[in-house]
């Protein structure tokens, strides 16, 4: 009989300079990453679904999910029995934030006319587009590998991706719901529809293509992506909230919600509206990936360094100057429910060092144990 239970306060320590990864990219960890994991909507709250799913399923903050629909019945020609159903997705939500038993999941896409109702089927990455960007000129094993073990997604052919790749990784532009999946020859990261990265495998190889500037999203199945903070509705329809409806932050410095221009015809038939956040006073550095909850800051050599995680990834940024440049980056071994995370140097002249503290729950046969990785 399984049993439920949490790893207390695990605490991860990191050498900042030196953090280990795997050689391959396509192994257990990211099988298990992507492994197709069923539930259920349980009900509508605060504009956001939540599912029955939580870390137990080695779910992680940015994960997609198939709502699924039920279509023609498949009869035997003999027995006459129902052997199954042709099921396709009608929208696509994407994890935003996990609690025990249950999780929050926003709206990213969803075919005309369709609503999400308490009760209906969810699959993980089930019906997908994914394509594969090979920046390394021979990763047509990696794609191959890839497509074996995620084969719940719907892989674009290696040519065709190869063919409408940009010459550095950025979003695409044709507004669909969809996967990137950017090989370099040494790390292989996982875009989501907003292309953040949800997972990376391997280690990026010296000199590699900077990521350009996101433009709006991305594939080939004919859903159209949602822009971020669009709202579910009790009837599974989705709201945007007016610019002129925004409200101000307390304290002295206000934000607002501006809409931007859009391109004559670009959205033609469809109303979409997209807004972009502006805090005066302040200098945007750079956009963090999805779901970071805790940083932490430190000067050394001259650099001012950056720490984030989002409960899955532990991310390391260079934000001296005027940019951001991400140095780091380092998969959890499950998905934690973070308490703080803090640069720290066991004493003057030693290494520096990472610690992450946070709780993280795993399911095993009759027993509980904790452990401590460094």
Known sequence: MKQKFRIGLM?????????????????????????????????????EYLIDLDATSRLAVGDIFAVIQPGEKIMHPVTKKVVGTVEKPKAYIQVTKIQSGYSYTRLIGQISGASIQPGDSIRRYQGLPARFWDYSGNGEAVF????????????????????????????????????VFVY????LEARDPYFHVIHSYGKAKAGRRSVAAASADS????????????????????????????GTATGSVPYRLEQQATPAGAYAGNSVVRYSTQFPGFQQKGELPMGVTYTDFIVVDGRRLMAAVNGSNIFVYDVSGGGMTRIAQANLPGTAEMLA???????PGEALHLAVTGWISKVNDNSQSSQRIS
């Open 341 to 347: 995370v803090n640069w720290w140097r066991p004493a």
């Open 11 to 47: 605490l991860l320590v990191l050498l900042v300079l030196g953090i280990p990864v795997r050689a391959a990219v396509v192994d257990e960890s990211l099988k298990r990453d992507f492994k197709a994991v069923d539930g259920y909507v349980v009900s509508l709250m605060g504009g």
């Open 144 to 179: 191959n590998s890839l497509k074996a073990a995620i084969p719940q997604l719907e892989w674009s052919s290696y040519a065709a991706s190869q063919a409408s790749r940009p010459a550095a990784p950025s979003a695409p532009t044709d507004q669909q719901v969809g996967m």
């Open 219 to 246: 594939s080939a199945s004919g859903m159209r992506l949602l822009p971020l903070g669009t709202a579910a509705t009790a009837g599974g329809g989705m709201t945007m909230v007016p610019a002129g409806q925004a």
């Open 184 to 187: 370099d020859g040494g790390r």
